[in-house]
Structure formats: C-alpha cells, structure tokens
C-alpha cells in the first residue's frame, strides 16, 4: 500500500486544515489507517484510528476538535482540524496497518499553527 499525505501548512490559532492521505496499492489489505504527528526531538504520536470495521479513535489532546474520516470511493482518508492551537504544530504522518500487521507510512505533512 502506497500512501501520499497533503494539506499541510500555516494556519492561525483558531483556524482550520484538513489533511489528505491518498492511498493506492492492496487496498483490501488495509485493517486501520491513522494519522500520527511529530515534533522535533519527540516521539511519534498517534492522533486518529480509523479501522476498516469499528469506530474511529482519538488522542484525548485532540478529541472534539479533529474528526478522521475515510472516502473509499476516492482512496483517501482525511483528518478534519479544527480550533487549531500551536501545541497542534508538528509533521503529520498518514499510516496503513495490513491485516498481516505490516504497517506502512506517508511521507509527512508540516502544519504550523501561529499564536
């Protein structure tokens, strides 16, 4: 599974970003995506799960303000940012765990939120 994230960028505290991930390849091979992000010097941080039957996850730091979603239809998942804070600024990865547990990473996506 090939993945492609876009929709990154500068955005004010307060604002709004909606991340894309393209994905491409066995795509019924694909058990959960998710969004992870990380800042310098930090450890890679899980945002949002999305499973391909469940529901989806969030980290408690940004639950009510990030929403994930996933469009078969156009092979992409989202993830919808809202209220934005500057604790938010980080690269975002998109992530494909298989069903073999084979998991497979995007190349990131810098967001920057501006106090």
């Known amino acids: 599974v090939q993945l492609q994230a876009s929709g990154g960028g500068l955005v004010q505290t307060g604002g709004s970003l909606r991340l894309s991930c393209a994905y491409s390849?066995?795509?019924?091979?694909?058990?959960?995506m998710a969004w992870y992000r990380q800042t310098p010097g930090k450890q890679r941080e899980l945002v949002a799960t999305?499973?391909?039957?469940?529901?989806?996850g969030y980290a408690d730091s940004v639950k009510g303000r990030f929403t994930i979603s996933r469009d078969d239809t156009k092979n992409t998942v989202y993830l919808q940012m809202n209220n934005l804070k500057p604790e938010d600024t980080a690269v975002y990865y998109c992530?494909?765990?298989?069903?073999?547990?084979?998991?497979?990473w995007g190349q990131g996506t810098l967001v920057t939120v501006s106090s």
């Open positions: 992530n494909a765990v298989l069903w073999t547990a084979q998991a497979n």
């Open positions: 390849g066995s795509i019924l091979s694909i058990k959960i």
């Open positions: 999305i499973p391909t039957f469940g529901s989806t």
